[in-house]
């Protein structure tokens, strides 16, 4: 609403004033916020999106599972390689 509205006031200001009392908020620093998030979001002003944090979190889950994996596979790997070392004898 307050990009639709914007070019009818003279400043960004009074657009959030207007937008706030129709839609009944009492802060217009909680609209001020939205804007700026949806801003972000849809790339037109620098920032983190509401999606990268979910992101990075998933991220970092995998990571932990893949180094837990890794270190699997290291013991698993030395485990072998100890057995190929050992002498064997047929009986």
């Known amino acids: 609403m307050v990009a639709e509205v914007r070019g009818d006031y003279p400043n960004e200001s009074a657009a959030l004033r207007a937008v706030a009392q129709k839609l009944g908020t009492g802060s217009v620093g909680t609209l001020r916020n939205w804007v700026k998030r949806d801003e972000v979001d849809s790339g037109r002003r620098p920032g983190t999106t ?6 990075i979190k998933a ?4 990571i932990a599972e893949l180094k837990r994996v890794n270190d699997i596979l290291k013991a698993a790997a030395s485990f072998f390689a100890a057995e190929l070392d050992r ?3 047929r009986s």
């Open 87 to 89: 002498p064997h004898t």
């Open 50 to 55: 509401a999606k990268e944090p979910a992101q």
């Open 59 to 62: 991220m970092r889950k995998e």
